[in-house]
């Protein structure tokens, strides 16, 4: 089991920053992968950018590619999600997640351990 604690989102104005983490316990040594996913209201979960957490290998969404970092503290188990020239749209509650098991790091499916969420507001 493991177990994940996202902090850091909030209120910021476009064009803004914001750094999200994501503290890991429980059985971190198993973890496989963690990522970012987010969910607008009204739309559905999307995901955002992933790592593999031995390699480090990341993967990120179009959408957010050049301006989203995805980093992560293997010391600390503590995932980090560094978030530059924000826009309005990226306006969302943001999801920790992990996964034990072997698959795609871009799949929401293959996740079986979330976060409980941190809310991302950017203002126009």
């Known amino acids: 089991q493991v177990m994940l604690v996202e902090s850091g989102g909030g209120l910021v104005q476009a064009g803004g920053s914001l750094r999200l983490s994501c503290a890991a316990s429980g059985r971190t040594f198993k973890m496989y992968a963690m990522g970012w996913f987010r969910q607008a209201p009204g739309k559905e979960r999307e995901f955002v950018a992933a790592i593999r957490w031995s390699v480090g290998s990341t993967y990120y969404a179009d959408s957010v590619k050049g301006r989203f970092a995805i980093s992560r503290n293997n010391a600390k188990n503590t995932l980090y999600l560094q978030m530059n020239s924000l826009k309005p749209e990226d306006t969302a509650v943001y999801y920790c997640?992990?996964?034990?098991?072997?698959?795609?790091?871009?799949?929401?499916?293959?996740?079986?351990?979330w976060g409980q969420g941190t809310q991302v507001t950017i203002s126009s």
């Open positions: 997640a992990a996964r034990d098991v072997s698959g795609s790091s871009i799949t929401e499916r293959s996740y079986n351990y």
